[in-house]
C-alpha cells in the first residue's frame, strides 16, 4: 500500500472484504517491520506461520488464520 494510505482504513477494509468473501484457511505475507500489518493480521486472529528472507535484508512473515 502507498504510504499516502496509511493509517486511512483502507488495509482494513481490503482485509474484512477478503475475510467476507473467502472460506477456508487464509495466508498472508508483509515484511517482518512492517508493524501496522502485522499488528493488524495479529488483531483479526492471524498467527504468523513462518518467516523467510526472499532476499538480503528483507524478512517477511506469513500470517494464517484458520477458518471452517
Same mark, same amino acid.
Not at 34 to 37: C, F, G, I, K
Not at 45 to 53: A, N, V, W, Y
Given at each position: 500500500?502507498h ?8 488495509a ?8 467476507d468473501?473467502?472460506?477456508?484457511p ?7 517491520a512492517?508493524? /501496522?500489518?502485522t499488528?493488524?493480521?495479529r488483531?483479526h486472529?492471524?498467527? /504468523? ?5 526472499p532476499?538480503?535484508?528483507l ?10
Open positions: 500500500m504510504p499516502d494510505a496509511f493509517r486511512r482504513g483502507h482494513t477494509a481490503l482485509l474484512h472484504h477478503l475475510l468473501t473467502t472460506t477456508g487464509v495466508t498472508v505475507s508483509t515484511a517482518e512492517n508493524t /501496522p500489518a499488528t493488524l493480521y488483531r486472529g492471524f498467527t /504468523p506461520t513462518r518467516r523467510f528472507e532476499e538480503p535484508g524478512t517477511v512473515v506469513a500470517f494464517r488464520l484458520q477458518r471452517g
